[in-house]
């Protein structure tokens, strides 16, 4: 697994909870960019994990790349949903968590050829849901990380659901 930090025209350097979960991460993803990315004047910390495998069931493709955006105050609230660099149609009636647009105050990025994933750690997408379900730790090993993100990820989007 290779971790790379793009540091960008700012100089970007992730803060140490990040830094920390990508050694989490690292045990369940194969190659991940960390960098960051303002949109509307937010900054995002965006994590990209390159070539997630894709289930030969459902999908004419073998593999997606997976952008986190996590927003300023994570880990305190997570991402919502996660985006796939391109628009794929699934085998038979598709996926109702794909629809191509962004909800729930996500980013709109298909423009940039990155297409928004409905999904999250339970509770759906309201802040009070959130602080329900999203349970971080303060050890970064423990709880709620981009390891369980990139997980849960991985399976809904794999799942025939």
């Known amino acids: 697994m290779a ?3 793009s540091p960008g025209i700012s100089g970007f350097q992730p803060a140490a909870r990040i830094i920390a979960e990508l050694k989490v991460l690292e045990k369940v993803a194969k190659n ?31 593999n997606t790349d997976v952008l986190f955006l996590l927003p300023p105050e994570y880990p305190s609230l997570p991402p919502i949903g996660c985006y796939l660099n391109y628009p794929w149609n699934t085998v038979g009636q598709g996926d109702h968590h794909f629809t191509r647009q962004s909800y729930y105050g996500a980013p709109f990025l298909s423009e940039e050829g990155w297409y928004w994933y409905c999904v999250g750690l339970g509770g759906g997408f309201n802040r009070e849901r959130w602080l329900n379900s ?13 390891a369980t993100l990139f997980v849960t990820v991985r399976h809904a989007v794999n799942s025939e659901d």
Not at 36 to 47: D, H, M, N, P, S
Not at 52 to 61: G, I, R
Not at 134 to 146: A, D, I, T, V
Request: charged share 10%; aromatic share 6%.
């Open 134 to 146: 999203w349970r971080p730790h303060n050890n970064p090993e423990s709880g709620h990380n981009l």
């Open 3 to 5: 971790i790379a930090i």
């Open 32 to 62: 991940a960019v960390v960098g960051c990315k303002t949109i509307g004047g937010i900054q995002y910390t965006a994590v990209l994990v390159k070539g997630m495998p894709l289930s030969s069931q459902k999908f004419t493709v073998s």
